[in-house]
């Protein structure tokens, strides 16, 4: 919470949308944060929001038990807007009353809307909206106004503009409420009299300042992946750290064609990181030798990493801190996945690093999204070789060879591997995918090439479309670049004779094959 006076503020009742309100506030330039609907009001209140947003939530606000937020929130003479739960919230503890309806409503509505509104100021007469709820607002408190309705609800939306509050049953954060960014538009910049100022770019130079600032002395420890997240924070840190930030890439001996020197070239010699390359390759194929069961190659991979990582740790001198490039998803979750108590975690360790070593974590990412990320990397000047690279799984290439994992068949899987990206991306497919790769199968099969019969192993190649890879389509990708695909690996492969097109969606099916 640095952002002073010029930020909103949403308290979260568990709706599965309150990550999107944030998104959309702050694809209005304004900065926004999420909390617990129980989190202290004293403490949000030190830091001086603009405007507070009260989310939808699951809960009905007049049940036993149903999250309520402290009374005070009410006095404190703050624009608020209170959507679906926080609607009814706002009536129930104001003085309006709230009822069940025996009609769950669901999808697209109309909402008839009074012209002299002002948080649906220039809105047409009659907007589709997108509700979901079963309560309803029966009895608006005193001194409130009507100022929307919808044939199947009364009180579809309500204000009192001299007090600043504002309700509406229906969710202007999704796509489906057309008008939804007018209306956090006229609550954040008319009602809350906010400015647009949260930019990516007003956003590095805070930070780097704040990092400065904070963090006088010793050295910062960072583990490279060539991903999104360690490659933003690292060169992120670089700005405010230079040579102080030690970023470390451990060569795990299964990584992609060509990544250790690609990853070497961007961050070293281009971007001019204090990158230290450590290549273990050999240790971690020799702990893997003979071991088939994936949840064992992670854990090995895991420990492995952890003890090169510190290996190398230790021969720099004077270390002090842990950066991690965490993200605000993993820093929030809604209190409807997890108990209200312990919404807020914050995100130590990756596999005990800084209990062990005792560092102080730095996070420089934790307040952004995924897309916030990468617009920051752009800031930075990050090649779109890097910010756009489909993810990879920490284990790397040991969950795609299946079963036991050797280097020649590391090396197999590689070579296929970088014949499909190469094909995806010269026919621009690449970006519309999420993320695609090859599987080597332990299972051989039987061809015939030219006079001679060979018996050699089987590649899947695997292409999803997804959003965050908790569910995925697999992508209708042309047949005409299947056959290319599958005729170049296995006419260039040696080792490979037959290519098959994995078709199964997440779920049922996971998205790695182990
Ligand atoms: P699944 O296979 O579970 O994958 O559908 C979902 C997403 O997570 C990635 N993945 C991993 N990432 N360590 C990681 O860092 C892992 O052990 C791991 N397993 C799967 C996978 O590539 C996909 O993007």
Redesign the pocket.
Known sequence: MKKKANWIAILDFGSQYTQLIARRIRELSVYSEIFPYNYSIEKILKHEPAGIILSGGPDSVYADGAPRPDNAIFDTGIPMLGICYGMQLIAEMTGGKTSGSNRREYGYSKLEIDSKSKLLKGLGKKEDVWMSHGDKVTEMPPDFAKTGYTDNIEIGAMENHEKKMYGIQFHPEVHHTPRGMDIFKNFIFDICGLKPNWTMSSFVADSVNQLKTKHKTGNIILGLSGGVDSSVAAVLLNKAFGDRLYSIFINNGLLRKNEETEVVEVFKDKIGLNLIYADYSDLFLKKLEGVTDPEKK?KIIGETFIRCFEKEAKKIGDVKYLAQGTLYPDVIESVSVKGPADVIKSHHNVGGLPDKMDLELIEPLRELFKDEVRAVGRELGIPDIILGRH?F???GLA?RVLGDITKERADLLREADAIFIQELKDSDWYNKIW?AFVVLLPVQSVGVMGDERTYENVAAIRAVHSVD?MTADWVKIPYDLLAKVSSRIVNEIKGINRVVYDITS?PPG???WE
Do not use: F, M, Y
């Open positions: 992670r993810p799984p920490g284990p969950v993320q890879g997440k996971t998205i790695e």
